[in-house]
């Protein structure tokens, strides 16, 4: 997938830029890039513009497990590879409060790791969750 700068913006207050890639295939939304956002800025505006988003870790085994997942239901999600410093600006997506990778949002709403995205699946209610955003077509 290429994608290409479309838009190269100075913030008006001074404090950076933005910058927006987009993909050269149809459909796909731009990932905009501002300097002058907090790590958690960005994170929560991440989630906001995406409608399936992982928070992952390169060398994460159950990241790269429910990249598959959604990959095989048709689902292509924006993938965010973070640093070891990154993972506490996520924010907490299950009942203790933990915040790390994998973590995936769908529509803007947490989801938690991999064995909550699997018990989603097997449920039944994972298919139509993604349709619901719009991520799969069935």
Known sequence: MMQGVRGYQPLTDGGGFRLELTSSTAGLTALTIDVAETVEKRIERLIEENPVIIFSKSSCCMCHVMKRLL???????????????????????????????????????????????????LSGNLVPKLNEVGAVWI
């Open 71 to 121: 990959s095989n239901l048709g689902c292509t999600p924006t993938v965010i590879e973070l640093e070891e410093g990154e993972m506490g600006a996520l924010p907490a997506h299950d009942s203790s409060g933990v915040a790390g990778a994998p973590a995936v949002f769908i529509g803007g709403t947490s989801i938690g790791g991999l064995e909550s995205l699997m018990a989603l699946h």
